[in-house]
């Protein structure tokens, strides 16, 4: 059995996989950690009765004393890499689902993992679909050059944009190249960031936040005549769960952690 305690069990994110990680035949919930509700029993949050796990608030504690395998992490991006920092020195694997990392905090929890031989997992996104989607984009560039990103998610996402967003333009820009440029260099925006953000060489990346969204991309691309889109639309949070039992399971093997459940998914 993979004992798992997830982190940020209290939000959405987290109480979704709590469930999911309950009723998983392979695996055993030690733990759950979050600011708010301490003192709670998870199964309360799941609609499962009295479990006998309750929220806490200390991660080192609740890692030290129930030697967990993974860990789970759906907090927020101002937590987020002191946590994985705490994993790791903790011997435990993330498994981290929360975004608004910079790509030098993602570096350096590499490094350390690699240091300590520990596996984990790094994933803008769990969505099967999604990951197909960023494979999908990254072939069509190579015909179509000229591509923007717009991603929507509910109106409580504190990041913009969203680490789909930026793994998609990081997978369109490896694929493209870097001595494309796209745009006028002599584009004049009225309104400041009506024209998104320049990720990198003129892709621009949209975000919207509303409220009766969960999460949603799409990737268009422009050509001669012609344009295509690419989407992808996550209705419910269950959409996420496959991929993070499968990013705890391929935990247990690896050597170090990964950035992208991709790199699990179509290169393994």
């Not at 919207?208 to 991309?217: E, I, M, S």
Request: glycine residues 12%.
């Amino acid at each position: 059995m993979i004992r798992v305690v997830v982190t940020g069990a209290h939000g959405k994110m987290g109480r979704e996989t709590v469930k999911t990680v309950w009723n998983a035949d392979d695996m055993e919930l030690v733990g759950a950690v979050d600011g708010y509700g301490e003192g709670t029993d998870v199964g309360l949050l799941i609609e499962a009765g009295q479990v006998g796990i309750k929220l806490e608030k200390d991660i080192e504690e609740v890692l030290r004393r129930v030697r967990p395998d993974v860990a789970v992490d759906f907090t927020g991006p101002e937590a987020v890499y002191n946590n994985a920092l705490t994993y790791l020195r903790n011997r435990v694997r993330p498994v981290i689902g929360t975004t608004g990392m910079s790509q030098q905090q993602i570096k350096e929890i590499v490094d350390q993992s690699e240091r300590a031989c520990l596996g984990g997992l790094i994933a803008p996104n769990f969505a099967i679909g999604a990951l197909l989607m960023i494979k999908f984009a990254a072939e069509a560039v190579r015909h179509l050059p000229h591509v923007e990103i717009i991603e929507m998610h509910h109106d409580q996402k504190i990041d913009a944009p969203s680490g789909t967003a930026i793994k998609t333009a990081e997978a369109i820009l490896e694929r493209r190249g870097s001595e494309f440029h796209q745009g006028l260099a002599a584009e004049l925006e009225k309104i400041r960031g009506a024209r998104g953000g320049d990720f990198a060489n003129g892709i621009r990346i949209h975000s919207v936040r509303l409220p009766g969204l969960v999460a949603h991309q799409e990737v268009l691309f422009g050509g001669l005549g012609q344009t295509l889109t690419i989407r992808h639309d996550s209705i419910t949070r269950e959409s996420f769960m496959p991929g993070v039992l499968l990013g705890i399971r391929k935990a247990m093997h690896l050597e170090r952690v990964v950035y992208g459940l991709d790199k699990l998914l179509f290169e393994s």
